[in-house]
């Protein structure tokens, strides 16, 4: 296993349009969370899965964006009619609640968006 | 509301000097705590994780501490090289029963000068 995966990795779109990232997680992985993230601050949650239980949704996350987990495996996070101020990294990680550490998460390569 | 603040300026050092880098969190008592850092356009890379009952941890050149009477945690990288250069992120983790969470701090931002 090669680690967390992200697609796409850019993604340039109008103002308006919907957009899905898809993560894939380190496969034995349980938890799955998405962050936002823009230059200069830190990771900004938005929601997490454990399993394909969404456990958690940040009260930030307008009902624009949605994310799916529909066999515990990949996720996909999906923004309808996309505002300039969506543009910033979207980062997925994975951790395995099972493990040592279980709150060590594990990120993959982002998603840039940039919304025109 | 909790809090977490990182050295707000950039940290320039010398090559071969020791950074440090401070974590401060103000209105909670983390479990513990995790160091990540964060090189430009990819997502953050675990380093180190240091629990409430310790009070030093090392790994290679890096070592993290942990003061709780103080809310404090500091990261050091001794005999810092230019490949150093990153955002290092601070990361307490609160638990209480089940629930878990995770606060990220802003980050500060390191470069090695050769």
């Known amino acids: 296993d090669t680690g967390v995966s992200q697609d796409p990795r850019h993604k340039i779109t109008k103002r308006g349009q919907n957009v899905t990232f898809r993560c894939d997680p380190i496969s034995e992985h349980n938890r799955l969370y998405w962050y936002r993230q823009t230059l200069g601050q830190g990771p900004e949650f938005l929601t997490y899965f454990q399993n394909e239980a969404q456990l958690e949704k940040s009260r930030l996350l307008s009902d624009r964006f949605s994310a799916e987990r529909p066999k515990g495996s990949f996720s996909t996070l999906e923004i309808q009619r996309t505002e300039q101020g969506d543009s910033a990294m979207y980062l997925c990680a994975s951790s395995w609640i099972g493990g040592r550490d279980p709150d060590t998460q594990y990120f993959g390569p982002g998603t840039r968006l940039t919304v025109l | 509301s909790q809090k977490i603040e990182q050295n707000s300026e950039a940290l320039n050092i010398q090559e071969g000097k020791t950074a440090t880098l401070t974590c401060n969190y103000t209105n909670y008592s983390p479990a513990y705590l995790q160091w990540y850092r964060q090189d430009p356009g990819r997502g953050p890379v675990f380093l180190l994780l240091i629990r409430e009952n310790e009070k030093e941890k090392r790994k290679e050149r890096l070592k993290v501490t942990f003061d709780t009477t103080l809310k404090q945690s500091l990261f050091h990288i001794t005999a810092s090289q230019p490949a150093d250069s990153a955002t290092y992120l601070c990361?307490?983790?609160?638990?209480?029963?089940?629930?878990?969470?995770?606060?990220w701090g802003l980050g500060t931002s390191l470069a090695v000068n050769p």
């Open positions: 990361a307490p983790v609160l638990v209480a029963g089940n629930n878990r969470k995770l606060i």
